[in-house]
């Protein structure tokens, strides 16, 4: 059975520049040509154009498009790996996002701080600028603190609340006779909260809408909507990876599975400037692509990823 480009991409609402596109890029395998030049698709490529916009909900763009190539070059581990990575970041994000809910518990007025997490379940244990014999551990809910106590309560580095200082997001007031900085309750309270909140993925700049909301209410409950939010897409993220695997099982399946096979080098048709790709920019809060081996580092030192949209 011969399909055109269009065929394929009706089914998806792509454009025909789109599966060229793919083609091109090794998500799909190579076309065979007419006499005339012209691409003629199978079912088998339906198939995989169909695989690939399962996996891309659940691994993200390039995520997807790594698991394939690795699938049409014969290396079905390598695409295996992949996946295993996916999982293991929602794994992660879970982690951290129960993370976040046990901080903002803790924040809550009248109740002590919960255990901090510990063991391989620990979501980003970050460095403590001092080594653990010289730690003072402070109070969880002090009148006032210093710089230097409230960086290692947090485990983070003075030069991080600088930052997040500058970013308006903690405003310690000056001691009158030293001009050291003096951390209030409300300001311990909102250094946990930026804290937990890098943690989850947020960027600087998305977490002062929600320390405004914080502020105004004086409390953490207009964060409640945003965690189940959070919660949801990470649901869906986790559904999306059954689907796609069951995608990817009946493809790896299919009688004529893809074999190793050399690079296609022809170039997609010229003037055709469409390339009609899919919006992938929504992974979970913060949830960065998963199809990234990292995270881009923040400018205050923490992991900085897509926040939430």
């Keep these: 059975m011969r399909l055109r ?18 083609e091109a890029e090794g998500i799909l395998p190579p076309a065979e040509r007419t006499e005339h030049g012209y691409r003629v698709y199978t079912p088998r490529h339906a198939m995989a154009l169909r695989v690939f916009t399962a996996l891309v909900p659940a691994h993200g763009h390039q995520g997807a498009a790594a698991i394939l190539r690795a699938v049409h070059r014969g290396a079905t581990e390598d695409a295996l790996a992949l996946i295993d990575d996916g999982h293991a970041q929602l794994r992660e994000d879970r982690r951290t996002l129960a993370s976040v809910e046990r901080a903002l518990r803790d924040l809550e007025p009248g109740r002590a701080p919960g255990p ?11 460095r403590s600028p001092l080594p653990p014999a010289t730690r003072a551990p402070a109070p969880a809910r002090p009148e006032a603190m210093f710089v230097g ?3 290692r309560l947090l ?5 991080t609340l600088r ?15 030293t001009g050291y900085r003096v ?20 960027l600087l700049e998305q977490i002062m809408p929600l320390l405004d909301q914080v502020r105004a209410a004086g409390g953490v409950g207009p964060l409640e909507a945003a965690l189940g939010d ?12 059954l689907a796609a695997a069951a995608e990817l099982n009946a493809y790896l399946a299919h009688p004529h599975a893809p074999e190793a096979h050399a690079s ?35 400018t205050d030192g923490l992991p900085a990823r897509g926040g939430p949209r």
């Design 5 to 22: 480009p269009v065929d394929l991409a009706r089914e998806h609402g792509l454009s025909t520049q789109a599966v060229r596109n793919y």
């Design 116 to 126: 901090p997490a510990k063991g391989p379940s620990a979501p980003f244990s970050g």
């Design 149 to 151: 106590d409230l960086a």
């Design 155 to 159: 485990e983070v580095r003075p030069a």
């Design 163 to 177: 930052t997040w200082e500058r970013a308006g997001l903690v405003g310690p007031r000056r001691d009158p006779r």
């Design 183 to 202: 951390y209030g309750p409300a300001d311990v309270r909102d250094a946990r909260l930026v804290r937990q909140l890098r943690r989850g993925g947020y």
């Design 230 to 241: 959070w919660r949801a897409r990470l649901t869906r993220r986790g559904l999306a990876m």
């Design 264 to 298: 296609d080098t022809s170039a997609p048709d010229r003037g055709e400037t469409d390339m009609g790709e899919m919006d992938t920019s929504e992974t979970d809060m913060g949830e960065r692509d998963t199809g990234e081996p990292g995270r881009e580092p923040g």
